[in-house]
């Protein structure tokens, strides 16, 4: 079992930045690859981005491609999302998700455990 728990979600206005954390317990975090999914009020759940285990290889969808970047450290546990320049099309409750393999994938079924979420709020 892995247990994932979000932080660092909160109200912030357009243009701004805000940087989620997402640690992890339970077994083998380094081994994993890691996503971060968001859903917005009446929306699907959407693929944000990811990362390999190793931290080598990234993914992420074009909504967010040179605003937002994942990185994980390994000896804490922990994947981040940084957030820039932000828009209020980004407003959602952040997910992060482990996936028990080592290729990417942007397909939210084929990730194993999730964590409750942090709700992002951006104002115009």
């Known amino acids: 079992q892995v247990q994932l728990v979000e932080s660092g979600g909160e109200l912030v206005q357009a243009g701004g930045s805000l940087r989620l954390s997402c640690a992890a317990s339970?077994?083998?975090?380094?081994?994993?690859?890691m996503g971060w999914f968001r859903q917005a009020p009446g929306k699907e759940r959407e693929f944000v981005a990811a990362i390999t285990f190793s931290g080598t290889s990234t993914r992420y969808a074009d909504s967010v491609k040179g605003r937002f970047t994942i990185s994980r450290d390994n000896a804490k546990n922990t994947v981040y999302l940084q957030m820039n320049s932000l828009k209020p099309e980004d407003t959602a409750v952040y997910y992060c998700a482990v996936r028990r393999a080592s290729i990417l994938v942007t397909d939210g079924s084929r990730y194993d455990y999730w964590g409750q979420g942090t709700q992002v709020t951006v104002s115009s």
């Open positions: 339970g077994r083998t975090f380094s081994t994993y690859a």
